[in-house]
T-cell receptor, first 113, second 118 residues
Framework: IAGITQAPTSQILAAGRRMTLRCTQD?????MYWYRQDLGLGLRLIHY???????GKGEVPDGYSVSRANTDDFPLTLASAVPSQTSVYFC????????????FGNGTRLTVT | AQTVTQSQPEMSVQEAETVTLSCTYD???????LFWYKQPPSRQMILVIR??????QNATENRFSVNFQKAAKSFSLKISDSQLGDAAMYFC???????????????FGKGITLSVRP
């Protein structure tokens, strides 16, 4: 089934540890995104990539890094996790056509203790 | 920068009745898209409806319709004949029609939790 796969589904992580959230899409979409969802704040953009080999910062990039080595994969890395990074993380993608909607993965619930 | 405002954090509707969820946005662009996404307890993000700013006609998808007022920068969602399965969080979102840089991203409102009373 075509779509976006995120892993892990959930994770409990000790503060100070490094963690990579994985995201893979099989729709050959140009653009990919990482959002975090927090109650009362909606979804906020962390990083984005409009095409393989390029990335950009969103609203809340501090403490996160991304890479886009190929079209399909867009991992998000927390170099040294802090409790404020406890959140639900969504990966999303879309193609470059004008009216293309955003397609979402099922999210990763991350708890930093 | 574009902003999206959903001022009502919660709403409730009786099953089979109609409910309207409000959304306003701010932009200096004339060409853009607006979306409503539904997030049930499963956490999945589901596209409900989309509207192109250049289209005068309000979008409709089965029981879901929008009231798009471009001059007022208002984009409300009407759910008719509400069903128990409509209970979810609903997000309004904005996207520029331009491509490049951060233009391709969606900007979301904070969401509204809709409950449906049987």
């Amino acid at each position: 089934i075509a779509g976006i796969t995120q892993a892990p589904t959930s994770q409990i992580l000790a503060a100070g540890r490094r963690m990579t959230l994985r995201c893979t899409q099989d729709m050959r979409h140009n653009a990919m995104y990482w959002y975090r969802q927090d109650l009362g704040l909606g979804l906020r953009l962390i990083h984005y990539s409009n095409t393989a080999g390029t990335t950009g910062k969103g609203e809340v990039p501090d403490g996160y890094s991304v890479s886009r080595a190929n079209t399909d994969d867009f991992p998000l890395t927390l170099a040294s996790a802090v409790p404020s990074q406890t959140s639900v993380y969504f990966c999303a993608s879309r193609d470059s056509s004008r009216n293309s909607p955003l397609h979402f993965g099922n999210g990763t619930r991350l708890t930093v203790t | 920068a574009q902003t999206v405002t959903q001022s009502q954090p919660e709403m409730s509707v009786q099953e089979a009745e109609t409910v309207t969820l409000s959304c306003t946005y701010d932009t200096s662009e004339s060409d853009y898209y607006l979306f409503w996404y539904k997030q049930p307890p499963s956490r999945q993000m589901i596209l409900v409806i989309r509207q192109e700013a250049y289209k005068q006609q309000n979008a409709t998808e089965n029981r879901f319709s929008v009231n798009f007022q471009k001059a007022a920068k208002s984009f409300s969602l009407k759910i008719s004949d509400s069903q128990l399965g409509d209970a979810a969080m609903y997000f309004c979102a904005y996207r520029s029609a331009a491509w490049g840089g951060a233009n391709s991203k969606l900007t979301f409102g904070k969401g509204i939790t809709l409950s449906v009373r049987p």
